[in-house]
T-cell receptor, first 111, second 114 residues
């Protein structure tokens, strides 16, 4: 069955460093991959989308890579800030709308 | 636009009672989704609608769950009868088109079934 794996352990980093989160998937050939941010008590908020024919996408301090051979996406936050502390979800989609979400990785950025 | 609106924000009920969750999508969005989020299972898609028509309800856990979308600005998710294992946060989301597929989520309804 289709499976998305995100690091279940929280990631703790120091302010100013680059945070790197990983999303691995199996038994799936996604047409696109998305990253969402979720704060406690709130719904997920869309950050970035990258398509299968794109290797890398950037938006301000965010960078996403997509390796369809490794079946992996990396999500980077450069110059991290305490305000970046949240749970980050990756989501895969293909063709229709049935997007599948990973369980998310919690990020803590210490001042 | 105010974004996706959900009500109630919190619901506490007893096992066996009927629960109705409500959602107002963003105006102009053709797709509406209902998700359930738990620590154990993460974010699961229950059902989605396109232009008020249910397209895929394969994620609905069992017949106790039903969803309707009588018009473009309103949807309900009903659980009858509710059970303690239904306790979760239920999110409604909407999106504009197929291309890009950015989904806008509501604030969620935290359901506790005692």
């Amino acid at each position: 069955s289709q499976k998305i794996e995100q690091n279940s352990e929280a990631l703790n980093i120091q302010e100013g460093k680059t945070a790197t989160l990983t999303c691995n998937y199996t038994n799936y050939s996604p047409a696109y991959l998305q990253w969402y941010r979720q704060d406690p008590g709130r719904g997920p908020v869309f950050l970035l989308l990258i398509r299968e024919n794109e290797k890398e996408k950037r938006k301000e301090r965010l960078k996403v890579t997509f390796d369809t051979t490794l079946k992996q996406s990396l999500f980077h936050i450069t110059a991290s800030q305490p305000a970046d502390s949240a749970t980050y979800l990756c989501a895969l989609g293909a063709g229709g709308f049935k997007t599948i979400f990973g369980a998310g990785t919690r990020l803590f950025v210490k001042a | 636009d105010a974004g996706v609106i959900q009500s109630p924000r919190h619901e506490v009920t007893e096992m066996g009672q009927e629960v109705t969750l409500r959602c107002k999508p963003i105006s102009g969005h053709d797709y509406l989704f209902w998700y359930r989020q738990t620590m154990m299972r993460g974010l699961e898609l229950l059902i989605y609608f396109n232009n008020n028509v249910p397209i895929d309800d394969s994620g609905m856990p069992e017949d106790r769950f039903s969803a309707k979308m009588p018009n473009a600005s309103f949807s309900t998710l009903k659980i009858q009868p509710s059970e303690p294992r239904d306790s979760a946060v239920y999110f409604c989301a909407s999106s504009q088109t197929l291309q890009g597929n950015e989904q806008f989520f509501g604030p969620g309804t935290r359901l506790t079934v005692l």
